[in-house]
Structures are given as C-alpha cells and as structure tokens.
C-alpha cells in the first residue's frame, strides 16, 4: 500500500461543524420530544388492547436517528445524520 492510499479525507473546519453541531442539537431535542409522545401512545395502546407494530418501527427509527446525532455531535462520527443523509431503518431490531 503507498501513501495515498492511507490519507483520510481532510476534516471539516471546526466552525462548519460548530453550526452543524448547533442545528443537530435542535433535531436532537425534537426527536427526543416525538419520541416520548410515541412511548406515552404506545403505553395507552398496550394498556388498552395491543401496541402498535408501525408506532414500534418508528420508535426504533427515532432511536437510532437520536444514536446517530449524539455519535456526531461528540466528535465519535463524521458522518452526517439526516437530513444530509438517510433516514435510519427502523424495521430490524438491535442486538446488545
């Protein structure tokens, strides 16, 4: 392998990141409130008669949309969560 090959891309300055870090921040904590109200609905429907299998994937996709920005926002991931990229899958469970 030559040296090329080794060269990571060149970072973003910091101030680009420093704003992105600041509008991810507000998607954060709007995530997070959606994310409540999902888990409080899912608690009325599972008390009443079954959870929402729909209301199960989008709180999974909730969860690792919020996973995705608190590895950005910590400096653990360059990559961009949406709305620069994807939206996470929320159709598959996560093994721990």
Same mark, same amino acid.
């Given at each position: 392998?030559?040296?090329?090959?080794?060269?990571?891309?060149?970072?973003?300055?910091?101030?680009?990141?420093?704003? %992105?870090?600041?509008? %991810? @921040? #507000?998607?954060?904590?709007?995530? =997070?409130?959606? %994310?409540?109200?999902?888990?409080?609905?899912?608690?009325?429907? =599972?008390?009443?008669? #079954?959870?929402? =299998?729909?209301?199960?994937?989008? *709180?999974?996709?909730? *969860?690792?949309?919020? @996973?995705?920005? @608190?590895? $950005?926002?910590? $400096?653990?991931?360059? @990559?961009?969560? $949406?709305? $620069?990229? =994807?939206?996470?899958?929320?159709?598959?469970?996560?093994?721990?």
């Amino acid at each position: 392998m030559n040296d090329e090959m080794l060269k990571l891309p060149p970072p973003r300055k910091l101030w680009v990141r420093a704003l %992105l870090m600041i509008l %991810l @921040a #507000a998607a954060f904590q709007l995530a =997070a409130s959606v %994310l409540l109200f999902v888990a409080v609905l899912q608690l009325i429907l =599972a008390a009443t008669s #079954a959870s929402n =299998a729909r209301l199960q994937e989008l *709180g999974r996709s909730l *969860g690792r949309y919020l @996973a995705q920005i @608190a590895e $950005f926002e910590s $400096f653990g991931s360059e @990559a961009l969560p $949406f709305p $620069f990229s =994807a939206w996470p899958p929320g159709n598959s469970r996560i093994s721990l």
